[in-house]
């Protein structure tokens, strides 16, 4: 693709050299370049790109997207010059990769908790409908049954090239609709900037991330820019912060929730072990939904997915039919078989808001003790540790504390840390820094009809420790145990 093109859309002043290039690919890392890149000199917190401008001249990149001229480039090297190189990035990789996102029915759904498994429960109604759907998100990018090699490391989003990129790819493999997990930090970085969605779904606002956005201020920020870019908005009116997607969105809004009146209401709610049957009110209307998945955070859930397709003009009576072919997502609320007739759950929750949830459902069908193993992440808000400390110890009769994902942080100062907050609550409790004792432990002294949660890492299958990754999975530790 010329140059030029690459560039539209785009205000930019070329420095040097010409815009009638042909480029061959674009990237912000400059071990990644290659012969005819276009070098895009992004900066985060950490890096400033602009100091591998040479770098990435010499392994090939002919020419260079900065934000401030560079002095000793040859004549021969275009440069362009913008405000704004993350935003361009994204621009420019829309351009690259021909607008994929303009060729399909593309869902975003934003949140602190729920995003996964919203767009888990909108790929598989999708999929009974066989209506061909890509996913992007925590656990899973793929299209069908087929799977897509993302590089990123550790987003959820991927970088804005690397996601127009799959996005193309999805394409090219028969997509016609796409489900994306859209997190505060893609949307502050400008990952997802100048995308065009059809359906921008809110799921929930709880303290998260404050590591990265410094106050909850700053998050909610993140999260509305999501909703300045779609042409539907589907609502979680039951949270506090809907009122301000709804007092600032500039497109048709649905709304779902419980406990208020809106667009798509459950009534008549029953929890079982197996799952939770509701009254689906809408429209005036009122259809019966059966959801294999228990827990009342599952029915807002499925809310935001039934909403979601039925934005997409499915018929509400196909999309009812194919939640009831909607199973466990991986790592979310996923019991574990076992002949000890115990509740074992594995669960992503990993915030105060996430915890309760979890706890809560999980009371309203335990008849036994609840077990709580949990930790919290090294390098992230410490803020949210005592509180977390505090919901499982309130929500428990018994917790063990231990490692999460401690990163450069000890784990016991982790654990004490989160040993304040359930100091508070009277809650029977011990530390175990090793995470697979803790969950030996915990199974170990678990009764018949008790339920053992274990909470924080889900679908993950590594731990990060300080000075390495290793493989990790509770779902193994609990079926090796059981």
Sequence with gaps: MKLYEVLEGIDYEMLSGSDDLDIESLTWDSRDVGENSLFIAVRNRNVDRHDFVFDAVSSGAIALMVEHEINGIQNNIAVIKVKDARRSMSLAAQNFYHRPISRLKTVGITGTNGKTSVSYFVSKILEVLEIKCGVIGTIQNTVGIQKIKIKKLNPTTPDAIELQGTFAEMLELGATHATIEVTSSALS??????????????????????????????????????????????????????????????????????????????????????????????NYQARKVELNIPGRFSVYNALAAIASCYSLNLSIDDIVNAVKEIKGVPGRFQA??????????????????????????????????????????????ASKRPLMGEVA??????????????????????????????????????????????????????????????????????????????????????????
């Design 189 to 282: 970085q400008d990952r997802v900037y100048g995308c065009a969605f059809d359906i921008a779904v809110f799921t929930n606002l709880t303290q998260d991330h404050l590591e990265e956005h410094g106050t909850m201020d700053n998050y909610k920020n993140a999260k509305l820019k999501l909703f300045s870019m779609c042409k539907k908005a589907v609502v979680n009116i039951d949270d506090s912060f809907s009122k301000d997607i709804l007092a600032t969105a500039n497109c048709e809004i649905i709304t779902y929730g419980i406990d208020k009146n809106c667009d798509f209401r459950a009534t008549d709610i029953e929890y079982t072990n197996c799952g939770v049957r509701f009254n689906l009110q809408y």
């Design 336 to 381: 574990i078989e076992n002949s000890k007739d115990i509740l074992a759950v594995v669960d992503y929750a990993h915030s105060p808001d996430a915890i309760e949830n979890i706890l809560t459902s999980v009371k309203e069908i335990t008849k036994g003790k609840i077990i709580t193993v949990f930790g919290c992440g090294g390098d992230r808000d």
């Design 393 to 482: 110890g309130k929500l428990s009769d018994y917790c063990i504390i231990t490692s999460d994902n401690p990163r450069s942080e000890e784990p016991a100062s982790i654990i004490n840390d989160i040993e304040k907050g359930l100091l508070k609550t009277g809650c029977m409790y011990e530390k175990i820094e090793d995470r697979k004792q803790a969950i030996f432990k915990a199974l170990n002294i678990a009764e018949p009809k008790d339920a053992v949660i274990i909470a924080g890492k889900g679908h993950e299958n590594y731990q990060i420790l300080k000075y390495e990754t290793i493989h990790f999975s509770d779902e193994e530790i609990v079926r090796n145990f059981l």
